[in-house]
């Protein structure tokens, strides 16, 4: 039971939010390919498979993030009790559970076409190499927003087997809707990262984090709202869009500085906007 709750907590399964923010976006272009080719089979197994991959890869991910950051976790109040950084769990283990997920990560991949496995495998590089981020930049959330986004694309192309410009637009919404939900969650270690020396937006923009976040969502609802426009046949796609907006504004309302819990309640609030968001792509089938 001791080995399963550190399994737990270093993969972070215990909090869904990670996985299902990796996993929207992978929806989004499902769906968007679903509208032209109607073969609902393949889309509910598509849907399946790559809500498994996003819960195995986004595991992998925060151990390998883990093993990246186990000494400056040690000095941050919100991450000094995960596994690697209280020494609960060694690195050789960690590394172990990673081969082991990633492993059991390609045998879904192999199951869609070539090009999709060449895009999966071209993003090992985008989040094995994030947690250095941190250290070197202070948009480490928009690298983020590339790593997390590239989902749209591949499962796009799992069903298309060809990638268009308009992909490439959601994808491009999708980051700076990452940049602004990940600059909050960011809000919450601003002190003990300026302690400690690792870069963020949120330390980047603190005199103006409501201002730069709401810049960010302004720009993903604009650049979503042309493609939908330009795309859709009707205008059904208004009801679950108005949602997604008011699910971004009350974040940004609601999120302050001074309060951690309340960036953290706000950065969740964006799995509603996912999810409003898949089901604005589904309006494409009406």
């Known amino acids: 039971m001791k080995d399963l709750k550190i399994f737990n907590d270093l993969t972070r399964l215990n909090r869904p939010i990670g996985y299902l923010l990796l996993f929207w976006p992978c929806s989004w272009g499902l769906a968007y390919a679903y509208s032209l080719n109607k073969d609902i089979e393949i889309f509910l197994y598509y849907i399946i498979l790559f809500f498994l991959g996003s819960v195995l890869m986004r595991s992998a991910g925060c151990i390998v993030n883990d093993i990246v950051d186990r000494k400056l976790d040690k000095k941050v109040k919100r991450t000094k009790n995960r596994p690697l950084a209280a020494n609960l769990i060694s690195v050789e283990r960690s590394l172990f559970y990673v081969f082991g ?14 090009l999709t496995i060449i895009l999966g495998l071209a993003s090992m590089s ?89 810049l960010c969502y302004l720009i993903s609802l604009l650049i979503f709202f042309v493609f939908f426009i330009n795309n859709m046949n009707s205008l059904y796609f208004f009801i679950p869009f108005s949602a997604l907006v008011i699910t971004l504004l009350y974040q940004v309302y609601i999120f302050d500085k001074r309060k951690p819990k309340t960036c953290l309640h706000a950065f969740k609030i964006n799995n509603f906007s996912g999810f409003y968001l898949f089901l604005t792509f589904l309006t494409f089938s009406l």
Do not use: H
């Open 126 to 214: 985008l989040a094995f190499s994030y947690p250095f981020m941190k250290r070197i930049t202070y948009w480490p959330q928009l690298f983020l927003g590339l790593t997390f986004n590239w989902g749209i694309i591949m499962a796009w192309a799992s069903i298309t087997n060809y990638l268009t410009l308009d992909i490439f637009m959601v994808y491009l919404a999708a980051i700076f809707w990452t940049l602004g939900y990940d600059t909050i969650y960011g809000v919450q270690d601003i002190v003990d990262d300026e302690i400690i020396g690792v870069k963020s937006t949120s330390i980047k923009f603190k005199s103006m984090l409501k201002k730069f976040v709401l």
């Open 101 to 114: 997920l990633c492993g059991l990560a390609f045998l879904i991949l192999v199951q869609f076409n070539f």
